[in-house]
């Protein structure tokens, strides 16, 4: 459920000389990190994501710039505003999510649990909504 969902703050190395953060697998992110993508040269109101996830684990970062992510289970949902390269947000399988809201300059890395595999995703609303009813 969304409640899985929440932000990891990640450690940050104060130097006057720049600032330094890092992610360890299974340590800050509950999974072995198989994948990083990221996205960026987003074109002002352009909307990502629009899926859901049958296995995948992830954890979204904005490394530059901000973006919202929607996060929706099929019963509740939450509008998160992501603008800190410290601060991560941790997406469980099974959520519905859409980014959108994205500044110009706008980076967003995303660390996942496995490689990429399409029969992974859920790509309809309707059809993830199916899925998680024939659960419960
Ligand atoms: P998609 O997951 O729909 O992007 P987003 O959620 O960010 O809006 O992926 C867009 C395209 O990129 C789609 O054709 C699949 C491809 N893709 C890969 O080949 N490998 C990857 O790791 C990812 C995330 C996407």
Same mark, same amino acid.
């Given at each position: +459920?969304?409640?899985?969902?929440?932000?990891?703050?990640?450690?940050?190395?104060?130097?006057?000389?720049?600032?330094?953060?890092?992610?360890?697998?299974?340590?800050?992110?509950?999974?072995?990190? $198989?994948?990083?993508?990221?996205?960026?040269?987003?074109?002002?109101?352009? @909307?990502?994501?629009?899926?859901?996830?049958?296995?995948?684990?992830?954890?979204?970062?904005?490394?530059?710039?901000?973006?919202?992510?929607?996060?929706?289970?099929?019963?509740? @949902?939450?509008?998160?505003?992501?603008?800190? +390269?410290?601060?991560?947000?941790?997406?469980?399988?099974?959520?519905? $999510?859409?980014?959108?809201?994205?500044?110009?300059?706008?980076?967003?890395?995303?660390?996942? +649990?496995?490689?990429?595999?399409? +029969?992974?995703?859920?790509? @309809?609303?309707?059809?993830?909504? @199916?899925?998680?009813?024939?659960?419960?």
């Amino acid at each position: +459920s969304i409640d899985k969902c929440h932000i990891v703050d990640l450690p940050k190395i104060a130097d006057s000389r720049g600032n330094l953060t890092f992610i360890e697998g299974q340590r800050h992110v509950p999974f072995d990190i $198989r994948r990083v993508y990221y996205l960026y040269d987003v074109p002002g109101g352009a @909307e990502r994501g629009g899926h859901a996830h049958k296995q995948l684990s992830q954890l979204i970062v904005a490394m530059a710039g901000s973006f919202d992510i929607v996060i929706n289970d099929g019963s509740k @949902e939450k509008r998160i505003h992501l603008n800190r +390269s410290y601060k991560g947000l941790y997406i469980c399988p099974m959520i519905w $999510r859409e980014l959108d809201n994205f500044s110009s300059g706008a980076v967003c890395m995303v660390l996942a +649990s496995n490689l990429y595999d399409e +029969s992974d995703y859920y790509r @309809e609303y309707s059809t993830f909504l @199916e899925a998680i009813q024939g659960k419960t």
